[in-house]
């Protein structure tokens, strides 16, 4: 019973964490770059949508992703249009493209599938499948069922954390993001566009945001939903500022914010001695709650890239 | 007070090479002509100062030669070739490097990290390290600018990071360097190092452009020397056939004295500020001030000389109540302030403390203020601008044309958002709103930070003036030319302590240099500086 509850927590941790680590990471580039990203939860949400409604229609579970990758990215420019292009605040620009997105993706989904916002479900055909469907019988519970048990985009998000880390800290190209987050004028004073090099993260970013989208509808669900995030970009984002906008980090706080929402749901029902039932709001407001008392706790730091928010404005 | 041992530059030929030739370059922004037919001409292998007073258009000239803006008119040369400069790229590409006032490091990434950023020989950084590293090596041994390539930028002191720029820039195979200012945060000692590196460049052929307004530099360093003013080039000469006074003169337009006046025969009253043993402690723990003594007399300005961060800023807000330290005592006018219950700045106004802070952005105005609101803040509960609640906006207005009349505010124009003013300009208000209450005591701290030559010498007219009224006056500046101008006494500071206390007659420039930088005094001392 041990080994079974282990094997299905740990399995059910990673399939919850890894959107949360796809959006992690792309908001540690963008951030990291110096633009603030409100926008992973829209982002997110708007290639669920592209996810679910491209593999109705062609029934490719490859165009379904390059489609959701697509929408991410063009959501990206147009963050980068207002906020790199024209220095519109950056907050505000992530917000208005979740709020845009929460409404225009329902809208869509009626006009075009009529089924009051959801969009038909996938088949097997175009769902994610585990790639190794016999780990289970082979290595057990724990490791077949918990590890082994997933679909190839669980462990592209792990294998992404090590990529983008790499990318940050030992290429070039990441040495430059990072200042460019940190001294732009700098970057500039250098001979580097400033402007491509925010755009170039960007686009990255809506990568990762579209295969966290992608992955929502095929592989956790098979349909769009509306609002189906339900706040997972928002949990992206306080994972990265946990992790410091550091990748390693930030998949660390992704996998206990995931473990924390696998527990609230293990416990629902569940008669706590001298408490009695908990109610499922308390415990779906853990996750919430503790990343409140961690980020209070541990961010006294000045650790956040230091030009983060600012437009870049040449001149001095 | 400086050792005139300019090395002579190589010589001058009837056609001397050019580095650098700028000529009828005209830039204008909005109604404001910031360079009007500008022409330059740069010897190669000399060093070159450009000076004038702030808004001449100095920065402006050599941010079009460095490809920051383009300019409206003229043409551009470097080394006899026609540039035509449209971004720093381009400017890198020709030869030029520029080391700005404000470092263009990154805090966070290493030495070697810095110097690399935007030529970084290989896309992974780790080859492109081991690339790196030797030609530094060898490039620091030629030039004896000596940095660790290993720390974090954000650890290295000032003097280090300015010698970091200069390599980076050089790194960049830059034949020509332009340094803006760059002695503003340097020590005495620091800069005289600087300037020994920068006579090493030139005697191997590299070009220097110094951008400055400290004169003793430019007769120190200079081979020729370029003075704009109000945009265009006023004087031009060899370094040589000029002096100090003839520049300043140029400068401003008309004759200044900024040195130090007769003495004042005013002979220093009582104490009427009397701090005893001041101890702060900052947020993250660190001992900012180790017990500091100090009292001030009436009609006397006692000077604090010292490298900005040992102490200066953590005196002035515990002097002026906004700050409360974890031990000693302050009397003022009477009363005693313990830590229990400390000077509060509102109750330092009713003593008759002024306080005119050293950033003037973040404590002094509110920028997007009208002059009329800054002018009067901090004083907005006075009956007479505020009765039963509601502001009397006309007599604020009033008696801001008025400060700005007798400051010589310009422009006069109260509706004028404070952050539209020059630096100069701002600082005069200030002065006026703090010094227009007859105070007995005046706090201030670096009040001619960013303010031109003009505005100097009226602005320490004013402190002198207040002084012979029989005011005490602090005086918190990192300029020790503007401290031995000023004070009667001067103090000290280093690492949170007083480490030398001399009546102004007393002082040498390279003593107070040792005291400033320096563990000579207080050898027991073994932690970093701030």
């Not at chain 1, 306080?238 to 749901?265: E, K």
């Not at chain 2, 801001?400 to 007798?406: G, I, L």
């Amino acid at each position: 019973m041990d080994a079974i509850l282990a094997g299905t927590l740990l399995a059910s941790t990673l399939r919850v964490a890894t959107p949360l680590i796809l959006c992690a990471l792309a908001g540690v580039l963008a951030e990291r770059s110096g633009v603030i990203d409100l926008g992973l939860e829209g982002k997110m949400l708007f290639a669920a949508f592209a996810a679910a409604a491209v593999g109705t229609v062609t029934g490719s579970t490859f165009v379904a992703m390059l489609a959701a990758c697509g929408i991410a990215v063009l959501m990206s420019w147009l963050h980068g249009f207002a906020t790199v292009t024209h220095r519109g605040d950056q907050v505000v620009s992530g917000m208005a493209l979740n709020i845009i997105t929460y409404g225009l993706t329902a809208v869509l989904a009626i006009a075009w599938f009529q089924q009051g916002g959801q969009t038909p479900p996938l088949g097997e055909d175009v769902r994610l499948r585990p790639l190794w469907p016999g780990a289970g019988e082979t290595f057990g519970v724990i490791v077949g069922e918990g590890l082994l048990g997933h679909d190839g985009l669980v462990y592209t998000a792990l294998a992404l954390v090590g990529v983008v880390w790499f990318l940050l800290y030992r290429t070039r190209l990441g040495l430059r993001l990072r200042a460019v987050g940190e001294n732009p004028n700098m970057v500039d004073a250098a001979g580097l566009s400033v402007r491509r090099l925010r755009y170039l993260a960007l686009s990255m970013n809506g990568v990762l945001c579209g295969l966290a989208g992608a992955y929502l509808v095929l592989a956790q669900s098979a349909a769009f939903a509306p609002n189906m995030t339900a706040g997972r970009g928002y949990m992206a984002l306080a994972a990265m500022i946990f992790g410091r906008w550091r990748p390693v980090p930030a998949l660390a706080a992704c996998l206990l914010f995931g473990f924390l929402d696998t527990i609230a749901v293990r416990l629902q029902g569940v008669k706590l001695p001298h408490i009695g039932e908990v109610p499922v709001q308390a415990i779906q407001a853990l996750p919430y709650l503790f990343t409140v008392v961690l980020l209070a706790a541990f961010i006294g730091r000045n650790v956040a890239p230091q030009a983060l928010g600012r437009p870049y404005v040449k001149e001095h | 007070m400086n050792d005139h041992t300019p090395i002579p530059a190589t010589s001058r030929e009837p056609g001397p090479p050019l580095a650098v030739r700028m000529a009828g370059i005209r830039k204008t922004f909005g109604p404001v002509r910031a360079n009007d037919d500008v022409t330059l001409d740069v010897a190669s292998g000399t060093v070159h100062a450009l000076v004038g007073e702030n808004g001449a258009g100095k920065s402006t000239l050599m941010s079009q030669l460095y490809g920051l803006y383009v300019p409206d008119a003229g043409t551009i040369e470097v080394f006899g070739k026609p540039a035509h400069l449209r971004s720093t790229h381009d400017a890198i590409a020709m030869g030029l490097g520029m080391v700005h006032q404000h470092f263009m490091l990154v805090d966070t990434l290493t030495a070697l990290e810095n110097v690399m950023l935007g030529a970084e020989p290989h896309a992974l950084l780790l080859r492109a390290e081991r690339m790196v590293r030797p030609r530094l090596q060898s490039l620091m041994e030629s030039t004896g600018l000596r940095v660790d390539l290993d720390a974090r930028v954000g650890d290295l002191p000032v003097g280090d990071r300015q010698r970091l720029e200069i390599l980076k820039v050089l790194f960049r195979g830059a034949k020509v360097l332009i340094l803006d200012e760059p002695t503003a945060v340097l020590t005495p000692q620091e800069t005289q190092h600087l300037f020994g590196v920068l006579a090493t460049l030139r005697s191997q052929g590299t070009t220097v452009i110094l951008i400055t307004h400290k004169l003793d530099e430019v007769m120190r360093l200079a081979d020729r020397v370029t003075v704009m003013r109000a945009g265009r080039i006023v004087h031009e000469c060899g370094v040589k056939d000029t002096s100090p006074a003839q520049l300043a003169e140029a400068m401003v337009g008309r004759k200044v004295n900024i040195g130090r006046p007769a003495t004042t025969g005013v002979a220093p009253g009582e104490v009427v500020l009397d701090a005893k043993g001041l101890q702060v402690v900052d947020a993250m723990g660190v001992t900012r001030l180790h017990g500091i003594d100090l009292a001030l007399r009436a009609g006397q300005i006692v000077g604090v000389a010292g490298v900005s961060g040992n102490g200066q800023s953590e005196l002035l807000e515990v002097l002026s109540g906004l700050r409360t330290p974890r031990a000693g005592t302050l009397r003022l006018a009477g009363e005693t302030f313990a830590p229990t219950r400390w000077l509060t700045p509102r109750t330092a106004r009713r003593l008759r403390l002024a306080h005119v802070p050293e950033d003037r952005h973040a404590r002094a105005m509110v920028m997007d203020f009208a002059a009329w609101e800054s002018g009067i803040l901090g004083y907005e509960g006075l009956l007479v601008y505020s009765g039963g609640g509601f502001l009397r906006r006309r007599r604020m207005r009033e008696d801001t044309r008025d400060m700005m009349e007798r400051f010589d505010v310009r422009p006069r124009q109260p509706e004028l958002a404070s952050g539209r003013f020059s630096g100069g300009n701002q600082q005069k208000l200030v002065l006026a709103r703090e010094l227009g209450q007859a105070p007995h005591v005046l706090v201030v701290g670096q009040p001619t930070r960013g303010v031109d030559i003009g505005a100097i010498e009226f602005i320490h007219g004013q402190l002198r003036k207040l002084r012979e009224a029989g005011c005490a006056i602090l005086l918190v500046s990192s300029e020790l030319d503007e401290i031995l101008a000023l004070s009667d006494r001067v103090l000290v500071m280093n690492a949170g302590r007083i480490t030398g206390e001399r009546p102004v007659e007393a002082c040498t420039e390279a003593e107070l240099g040792l005291l400033m930088a320096h563990t000579e005094v207080h050898p027991e001392k073994a932690e970093a500086p701030a």
